[in-house]
């Protein structure tokens, strides 16, 4: 696929409102396209208008600025409690059930905004939005965290915790030994 | 009544055009998106442009999906903490949300390059573009007017007058006609064209 074509699949998916996965695409053009379809789509990103954002973001959008961690927010429209997204989450990983406990504990690392995203795999974006319902590319992951609170005043009127939907925080748990696939999903680093 | 550019929104030029709300222009999308700012709907306009900044960053370098969302969440925190902080941005509100995502991915970069965590961001080029402290400073610095000022001069040098006159003189459109002794309509294509040019000049580096 030449250079033009590759700049007007995006466009076209762009204006069409699909979320064209741009990382994806970067990565199939050969390496010395790779800079320049870069700038072509940033100058698309420039003149087209951004499409209507999906519903869901705009429910995490929401939270954001009330100070609560986005994921909670989704999940609470969505009607799913936290077991269920874990237990998803946990089968689209291909993890064993036994290890659904220790999905849970880096769930809700991630739900309460304290798990670094640099550390997460790639593939556990794709589980998350899929156990959440949404689009990968609209999801929210982590709310203003402590530091913030000062600094965005009427803006960040609180932080949500873990039990706002009602819930109990789930203790944290050592982990000893040798880290295992679970560890390695959530802290493992870029794949 | 606030504004972005404080001006009021009670002479907006494109109002009329703003029927079909699925097909925006440029101009359109840029009164949108200062209207939003002025009613404080901050959500939705966060929202807008959530995904396109992603797109964004992928498209400016090189990083995994996770360094992404890190980046993405430290524009959007701070955008959020400039504009609770009163910050008034003296860019469209499009131009200056890309032009921090390409300030705050580079740095992004930077550092892991310089801790040798990567070698380069998009190409050997691009790396050298990384250390370009004057880009940096020209983003850090959105909203003082001597650097707006320098942006705008990059520009033709009507179109560069025509928007110094609009936002940085906070005059109408119809007042800066006058002063260039131009037709309010080709005010409205200088300012267009203008628009344009700027995006694509912020596209063009990256930031």
């Known amino acids: 696929m030449s250079l033009d074509q590759m700049e007007e699949k995006f466009r076209t998916a762009y204006l069409a409102g699909e979320r064209p996965d741009v990382a994806d695409l970067i990565n199939r053009a050969p390496e010395a396209d790779r800079n320049e379809l870069g700038r072509r789509i940033r100058m698309v990103l420039a003149e087209e208008t951004p499409p209507d954002p999906a519903p869901e973001t705009l429910v995490m959008a929401q939270a954001i600025l009330r100070g609560e961690q986005p994921l909670i927010a989704l999940r609470g429209s969505k009607g799913l409690t936290r077991d269920a997204v874990v237990h998803q989450l946990r089968e689209t990983l291909d993890v064993p059930p036994d290890k659904e406990p220790r999905v849970a504990e880096y769930y809700h690392d991630l739900e309460t905004g304290q798990l670094p995203l640099a550390g997460i795999r790639d593939r556990v974006f794709d589980a998350l939005a899929s156990a959440l319902g949404v689009a990968r590319s609209s999801l929210m992951l982590k709310g203003p965290g402590p530091s913030d609170r000062g600094a965005g005043a009427a803006v960040f009127a609180r932080r949500a915790g873990p039990d706002d939907l009602g819930e109990q925080p789930i203790p944290l748990m050592s982990s000893p030994g040798e880290p295992d696939e679970v560890d390695d999903l959530f802290t493992g680093g870029p794949q | ?207």
């Open chain 2, 1 to 207: 009544m606030s504004s972005l550019y404080g001006r009021t929104l009670c002479c907006d030029p494109w109002r009329k055009e703003r029927a079909n709300p699925t097909s925006l222009s440029r101009d359109e999308s840029d009164t949108r998106d200062r209207d939003l700012l002025a009613r404080g709907d901050l959500d939705r306009l966060f929202a807008l442009y959530w995904e396109p900044v992603l797109a964004w960053i992928h498209a400016t370098a090189r990083v995994h999906p996770g360094e992404a969302e890190e980046i993405r969440q430290q524009v959007f925190l701070r955008v959020t903490r400039e504009i609770g902080s009163g910050k008034e941005y003296r860019l469209p509100f499009g131009a200056a949300i890309f032009s921090i995502t390409g300030w705050t991915t580079r740095g992004y970069v930077e550092g892991q390059a310089k801790r040798g965590e990567r070698e380069a961001a998009m190409g050997d080029d691009d790396h050298q573009d990384l250390v370009d402290d004057r880009s940096r400073r020209e983003i850090e610095a959105i909203g003082q007017d001597d650097d707006v000022a320098q942006i705008f001069a990059r520009l033709p040098q009507r179109e560069a007058q025509l928007m110094t006159l609009h936002y940085l003189k906070d005059m109408p459109l119809s007042g800066v006609a006058e002063v260039m002794e131009i037709t309010a309509n080709n005010a409205h294509q200088i300012h267009h064209r203008a628009k344009l040019r700027l995006m694509r000049l912020i596209a063009e580096n990256g930031a």
